[in-house]
């Protein structure tokens, strides 16, 4: 798996947009790229994936820059549920199918402040 | 729909005894990936299994080990348990397993080795 680069630790506060850059120069052109969060005691929750153009779900936007060397998670409206681990990963495919197993860096620790 | 289970999900063993572990994925999910995450490593990823194959592989010893059913459930196995073996085994299942699969986690399984 191509490598990515968080920052450790973020801050915000409550009701205000969260912005979470990750950069990922190595990524190759196949690789998609996911976020996962891991709130404390809990097991890691996907957030979104996309591949070249930006994504909207219910839980968060993703913005990837035209030579998807980068890319920022969006959060609109941080609450403190939002405060958690923030992961940034790239997933290869194979070409038989299936991906290489999820690769977690240290992810960004976000903190909110109420 | 049902979520991700794991079965135990909390576990104390002794120093070379072995252990087994159970994960049932979401309904209609035929990949199962397992992770184990320290405080020191973090999460690592163990193994993945598609169609009761093992399609994928971590850089663990060959104590850890895992099989899948006809059902789609997981059940993977640690022999000869060691200390260091002490950690929070997760469960993940996905539709297929591809790149732009999204992975949904379990609540984890707690092992303590004494």
């Known amino acids: 798996d191509a490598k990515t680069t968080q920052p450790n630790s973020m801050e915000s506060n409550e009701e205000e947009p969260v912005h979470l850059p990750c950069n990922h120069s190595t990524i190759s052109g196949t690789d998609y790229i996911h976020w996962y969060r891991q709130l404390p005691s809990q097991g890691p929750e996907y957030v979104i994936h996309?591949?070249?153009s930006n994504v909207n779900n219910r839980m968060a936007s993703l913005a990837i820059a035209e030579d998807r060397k980068s890319s920022t998670l969006i959060l609109h409206r941080a609450t403190l549920r939002d405060a958690a681990v923030y992961y940034c990963i790239l997933r290869g495919m194979y070409s038989g199918g299936g991906a290489d197993g999820l690769t977690f860096g240290k992810g960004t620790h976000l903190i909110i402040q109420p | 729909k049902a979520g991700v289970t794991q079965t135990p999900r909390y576990l104390i063993k002794t120093r070379g005894q072995q252990v087994t572990l159970s994960c049932s994925p979401i309904s209609g999910h035929r990949s199962v990936s397992w992770y184990q995450q320290t405080p020191g490593q973090g999460l690592q990823f163990l193994f993945e299994?598609?169609?009761?194959?093992?399609?994928n592989k971590g850089n663990f010893p060959g104590r850890f080990s895992g099989r899948q059913f006809s059902n789609s459930r997981s059940e993977m196995n640690v022999s000869t348990l060691e200390l260091g073996d002490s950690a929070l085994y997760l469960c993940?299942?996905?539709?297929?397993?591809?790149?732009?699969?999204?992975?949904?986690f379990g609540p984890g399984t707690r092992l303590t080795v004494t």
């Open positions: 993940a299942s996905s539709l297929a397993g591809t790149g732009s699969d999204e992975q949904y």
């Open positions: 996309g591949l070249t």
């Open positions: 299994y598609f169609s009761e194959t093992q399609r």
